[in-house]
């Protein structure tokens, strides 16, 4: 018997990931100002949202099914209208906010190197689909890595012990970057990050923000170092940012460093607004300088607290 054509299977469900990164691609839109007719680049989306091509492509494809882009055959993505911003932020709070603890709890030593599903169901009270989404998110992230079974690993643990060979190896890095000959900051990218810059410092801080200010943080380094024309200045760059991200998600330097490292930001991206390579090279210096003396600081500070704490603990039996 003929039942009739076939209906076409319903697209699956979008992950809170995908959601976030679309939202996170709408961003980018209103924030380099491009308008209908604009080709949308899934390996440069990739790069500027430090998350690998498969889940901006499928964020891609929530917008189209939402009629905002198109996708044509050896065209790539093209824009057809600019989606509005739907301001996120209370929504990607709890998921950041849950980020935040897992990074406290990693530099606590909390959470061991390799974590199954269930640890973290029972330890954070959340369901397996909820942890599913958190770790998928950091697998993205480069953070976690899966395992057989439903266990995952950790992928911070070296940096955590190399952190000052890290910032000695950018205090080398980043500054050569911005002295390359072939260097040139997009006009479009300029303005975005002095807009996102700017309107950070004015938001409310919460433990959630954190996240929000690492990914910032990120994007601003890589995308000076993508600049640079060299693009293995811009590998390195993004690999110490996938290592570090953890670590930064538990922000213990409070907000006026934020605000500091914020204002450091601006004043290089002034100096190369105005053509001035060599300036900019040597305030990125001193910010890298200073951040690596505010983190060893912190860093001595939390490992005191720790002997402390095992001196004074009694002796078992």
Same mark, same amino acid.
């Given at each position: 018997?003929?039942?009739?054509?076939?209906?076409?299977?319903?697209?699956?469900?979008?992950?809170?990931?995908?959601?976030?990164?679309?939202?996170?691609?709408?961003?980018?839109?209103?924030?380099e100002?491009?308008k209908?007719?604009a080709?949308?680049?899934?390996?440069?989306?990739?790069?500027?949202? @430090?998350?690998? *091509?498969?889940? =901006?492509?499928?964020?891609?494809n929530? !917008?189209?099914?939402? +009629?905002? &882009?198109? /996708?044509?055959?050896?065209?790539?993505v093209e824009?057809?209208?600019?989606p509005?911003?739907?301001?996120?932020?209370?929504?990607?709070?709890?998921?950041?906010?849950?980020?935040?603890?897992?990074?406290?709890?990693?530099?606590?030593?909390?959470?061991?190197?390799?974590?199954?599903?269930?640890?973290?169901?029972?330890?954070? @009270?959340?369901? *397996?689909?909820? =942890?599913?989404?958190?770790l998928?998110? !950091?697998?993205?992230? +480069?953070? &976690?890595? /899966?395992?057989?079974?439903?266990?995952?690993?950790?992928v911070?643990?070296?940096?955590?012990?190399?952190?000052?060979?890290?910032?000695?190896?950018?205090?080398?890095?980043?500054?050569?970057?911005?002295?390359?000959?072939?260097?040139?900051?997009?006009?479009?990218?300029?303005?975005?990050?002095?807009?996102?810059?700017?309107?950070?410092?004015?938001?409310?801080?919460?433990?959630?923000s954190?996240?929000?200010?690492?990914?910032?943080?990120?994007?601003?380094h890589?995308?000076?170092?993508?600049?640079?024309?060299?693009?293995?200045?811009?590998?390195?760059?993004?690999?110490?940012?996938?290592?570090r991200?953890?670590?930064?998600?538990?922000?213990?330097?409070?907000?006026?460093?934020?605000?500091?490292?914020?204002?450091?930001?601006l004043d290089?991206?002034?100096c190369?607004?105005?053509?001035?390579?060599?300036?900019?090279?040597?305030?990125?210096?001193?910010?890298?300088?200073?951040?690596?003396?505010?983190?060893?600081?912190?860093?001595?500070?939390f490992?005191?607290?720790?002997?402390?704490?095992?001196?004074?603990?009694?002796?078992g039996?």
């Amino acid at each position: 018997m003929d039942s009739g054509p076939s209906q076409p299977t319903p697209p699956a469900s979008p992950s809170a990931l995908h959601l976030e990164l679309a939202e996170r691609i709408t961003r980018l839109i209103h924030g380099e100002g491009l308008k209908a007719g604009a080709r949308l680049n899934e390996k440069r989306l990739a790069e500027q949202l @430090g998350v690998s *091509r498969t889940p =901006v492509r499928a964020a891609l494809n929530q !917008l189209e099914l939402q +009629g905002f &882009v198109q /996708r044509n055959p050896n065209r790539g993505v093209e824009l057809l209208r600019r989606p509005p911003q739907q301001h996120a932020d209370a929504e990607s709070a709890p998921q950041d906010e849950l980020l935040a603890r897992i990074a406290a709890d990693r530099r606590q030593g909390e959470l061991a190197d390799q974590v199954a599903e269930q640890d973290l169901m029972l330890a954070y @009270g959340l369901t *397996r689909v909820a =942890v599913k989404q958190v770790l998928s998110r !950091l697998a993205d992230l +480069g953070v &976690v890595e /899966r395992k057989l079974g439903y266990r995952w690993k950790f992928v911070d643990h070296a940096y955590s012990q190399a952190q000052p060979e890290s910032y000695r190896f950018r205090l080398v890095v980043e500054p050569a970057a911005i002295l390359e000959p072939a260097f040139e900051l997009p006009p479009k990218w300029t303005q975005h990050m002095q807009a996102a810059h700017e309107a950070f410092v004015a938001k409310r801080w919460t433990r959630a923000s954190a996240v929000a200010f690492f990914e910032m943080n990120a994007a601003f380094h890589e995308g000076l170092a993508k600049a640079s024309g060299n693009r293995f200045f811009f590998e390195a760059v993004q690999r110490l940012n996938r290592l570090r991200r953890l670590s930064n998600y538990d922000w213990q330097h409070g907000r006026a460093r934020v605000n500091i490292s914020c204002q450091e930001h601006l004043d290089i991206l002034r100096c190369l607004t105005q053509g001035d390579q060599a300036s900019a090279a040597l305030l990125m210096r001193q910010h890298l300088d200073l951040a690596s003396r505010v983190r060893n600081s912190a860093l001595n500070s939390f490992q005191g607290q720790v002997a402390n704490r095992r001196s004074s603990t009694p002796n078992g039996p």
